[in-house]
Structures are given as C-alpha cells and as structure tokens.
C-alpha cells in the first residue's frame, strides 16, 4: 500500500463509530457551538440596525468598503493556501506544505492589519467607540471577536509551522530550547513587520499627525528588530535532518484546516450582513 492510500484510511477510522477520527469530531463539535455563537452576535447586530436610534451613526459614513473588500479578499486567498497546505501533507510533501502555511499565515496577518487600521480610524478619524453608540456596541463586538478567531487562527499554524521541524531523533532540552527561539523568531517577525506596514501606511496619510521623519525616528527599533527576527526565522528552519512529520499528521492539518475555512466562512457573512447590506 502507497503511502498516499496510507492517508485516505484515516477518514474511516475503525477507533471510532462514526468512522471520523476523534481529533476531526471534536473539531466539529467546536465549530458547531462557535457557529451558533456568531449567528447570536450577527443576529443580534441585524436586529439593532433594524430599529437605529435617533442620531445614530449612519455605517455608510463610516465604513471604507474599498478596504474591507480587500481584507476579504485576501482572508478568501488564505483558504486557498490552506487547501494546499492539507493536500501537500496528505502527499507527504513536508517543504510545500510548510510554504502553504507561511503564506496562509501571512494572509492571516494582512487581514489583521487592515483590521487593525480599520479600527483605528473608526476611533479617532470617525469617532465610534464601542460605547458611544449601539453601532459601535455591535460591530466592535463582532469583529473583534472574528478578528480574535484570526489571531488564533494565526497563532496554530505557527506553532504546526515550526512543529513540522521537530527532528526524529533529539535531545528534550535542546528540542524545547531551539522550538522555543524559532516560534519568537516566526512571531516577532511577522508582529513587527506588521506594526512597521501600520506605522507607514499612517506616515503616508498623515494619519493622526505621522509623517515620514516620524515613522523613520519611531519605527527603526521595529525595522531592525523585524529584519533580525526574519533572518533568524529561515536560520532556524533550515532542516538538517529527518523530522517527524509526513502524511501521518495530515489529520492534524486537517483539523487546523477546518477552523480556518469556517472562519473565513463566518466573514464572508459577516461582510455581507454588516457591510454590504448598508449599501443597499
């Protein structure tokens, strides 16, 4: 039997009566109860712009469609990659899948940054708060808890990224000492590339009094330490020796796989409902 037959076998797991692996039931079990938290605040969000109080805030004065669109599109791109990253595991095809991962990973990012800069004008450019008005109650509630999701999201293929490295044969100590310094490698260089796109994108606009000279005196700290962290990042992830991951983790990927896709899912929604709606 090939290894890739190898890999279909887990969908019938004879270990359990459904024949779904425990590890891919209990992920839908969660995604069950998360669908049906995020269908609360939707509806919940539906309702209230039903019935707008006097003087509220109208979205359409708020809302920057062009950016949200965007930020959709890319978190769509990252399902995507995802797909790619489960198919090349299920093939035993480590390098792509770890290259599936990181770009899923990035996208991941941008998305959040947009997020990140969305909000932002909303507070100071736009003035809505999360209790200044019910729109602000709503949406900083559903979004952030989505863009929370992300963030999660972000945070697992990380550490999926940096545990596809993990050498057959290692030493405890040394083995949590180098996986410890690769995850701060991975995570600081996409936190501080991130802060350092923001901290441009506001110089470029002017945004709340940047400007270039600002951005350069600011953000060189984070521009070294982004630069630093990169290198360590492809340092660190140079495979020297057999690792322990192959087709036999696809279930794992899988699994990750799966809360990707219903986040993304949960969006598309969300950017139905919340913005294209006002729109209308």
């Known amino acids: 039997m090939t290894s890739h037959a190898a890999t279909i076998d887990h969908h019938h797991d004879p270990s359990t009566s459904t024949g779904i692996p425990h590890k891919k039931l209990l992920m839908w079990a969660f995604l069950a109860s998360d669908c049906m938290f995020f269908g609360t605040l939707i509806s919940t969000h539906l309702i209230y712009r039903l019935h707008p109080p006097a003087g509220s805030i109208r979205p359409v004065d708020v809302f920057d469609i062009q950016l949200t669109s965007f930020s959709t599109f890319i978190l769509l791109m990252s399902s995507l990659m995802m797909a790619l990253a489960v198919n090349a595991i299920q093939k035993g095809n480590v390098k792509s899948c770890r290259w599936s991962l990181l770009t899923t990973m990035f996208f991941g990012s941008i998305f959040l940054g947009c997020q990140v800069f969305e909000f932002n004008n909303f507070v100071i450019e736009k003035h809505m708060t999360i209790s ?124 990750m796989g799966l809360y990707w896709h219903f986040v993304d899912i949960v969006w598309i929604v969300i950017f139905t409902a919340v913005y294209l709606l006002e729109y209308l």
């Open 132 to 255: 200044n008005s019910l729109l602000g109650s709503t949406f900083f509630t559903l979004t952030g808890t989505h863009g929370c999701h992300v963030a999660i999201g972000v945070l697992w293929l990380g550490l999926m990224y940096v545990r596809s490295f993990k050498p057959v044969n290692a030493e405890g100590q040394r083995l949590w000492s180098t996986t410890l310094l690769h995850i701060a490698a991975l995570f600081g260089s996409f936190l501080l590339s991130m802060k350092v796109v923001l901290g441009l994108v506001w110089s470029l606009q002017g945004f709340n009094g940047h400007s270039m000279a600002t951005f350069m005196s600011t953000e060189f700290a984070a521009i070294a330490g982004a630069l630093v962290c990169i290198g360590a990042s492809f340092w660190l992830g140079r495979s020297r020796v057999p690792v322990d991951f192959n087709e036999h983790h696809a279930i794992d990927v899988e699994s």
